[in-house]
């Protein structure tokens, strides 16, 4: 019987070797980053899956035809952006791929489960509090007024992407924390007849806290990137705010921009 190591390597080499690397000498573009490209294509498209092993520099390097330092100078910028990991006694192997999250009124859940990226939730708190000065004016409520909390851990592949603050109406919706860790908020209010119509959003980026790096499992300091966000139904009344970090190293917004004539 094979070992599982062996097994996974095999497999790995299969992937690799089912790929079609197209690169152009004849290109402006530096060889190492047109190889870096389409691994990290190939990680987000799922051809490469987090715990397959690329093998060694020389054999890749031969096989493509590339001197061993531009195979090695690709594989570092992968292993820059936390997609490739070099494991000593293992070899380089494929960690996650980043999400990419278009930037528009949707739900982090469908848009991490539409991407393959099997989400899940850690629900962390939901409990009802006084809304702050902050969460009121959001919200146009008074404050003091009650409104529900929710914090959540978001994972993909077992690894967390983010941390999500979410404030709501105290009577907008039942928050059943079971339900909050099988599906995604806004999915849940959808069920229960909120039609969600448009928002106001504010991104940013800071360094994470001691605390923000033990629950996102980075180093303190790290970059995060946060999102602000205020959605409001089709009657234009706000039905949520929430105050997100996600990290930088797994995380990225993708937007159009569009010019005006």
Not at 32 to 59: F, M, T
Not at 230 to 246: I, L
Not at 247 to 253: C, D, I, L, T, V
Request: aromatic letters at 4%.
């Amino acid at each position: 019987m094979a070992r599982t190591g062996d097994s996974t390597r095999t497999a790995t080499v299969s992937a690799l070797d089912a790929l079609d690397f197209a690169l152009d000498r004849g290109s402006p573009v530096p060889l190492y980053y047109q190889l870096a490209q389409q691994l990290e294509e190939a990680i987000e498209h799922g051809v490469l899956a987090p715990g397959n092993l690329l093998g060694n520099e020389i054999d890749l390097s031969v096989r493509l035809g590339l001197s061993r330092p531009t195979v090695r100078q690709a594989i570092q910028s992968l292993v820059d952006k936390g997609l490739l990991v070099r494991r000593r006694g293992v070899g380089t192997q494929v960690v996650h791929s980043q999400v990419k999250r278009p930037l528009e009124l949707s739900s982090l859940y469908d848009d991490l489960e539409s991407a393959g990226q099997g989400p899940t939730t850690r629900v962390l708190r939901n409990e009802r509090i006084p809304a702050s000065a902050e969460v009121a004016a959001a919200l146009g409520i008074a404050e003091g007024a009650e409104v529900v909390v929710l914090e959540r851990l978001r994972c993909t592949h077992g690894q967390p992407v983010a941390f999500l603050c979410n404030y709501l109406p105290a009577a907008l919706i039942d928050l059943d924390t079971e339900r909050l860790e099988s599906t995604g908020l806004y999915r849940m209010m959808r069920t229960a007849g909120i039609t969600l119509h448009s928002a106001r959003q504010t991104v940013g980026a800071r360094s994470a806290t001691a605390e923000e790096a033990v629950r996102l499992d980075e180093k303190e300091g790290a970059a995060l990137l946060t999102m602000q966000r205020t959605a409001y139904d089709d009657t234009g009344r706000p039905v949520e705010y929430g105050s997100h970090v996600y990290r930088a190293s797994r995380y990225a917004f993708d937007f159009q921009l569009l010019v005006r004539p």
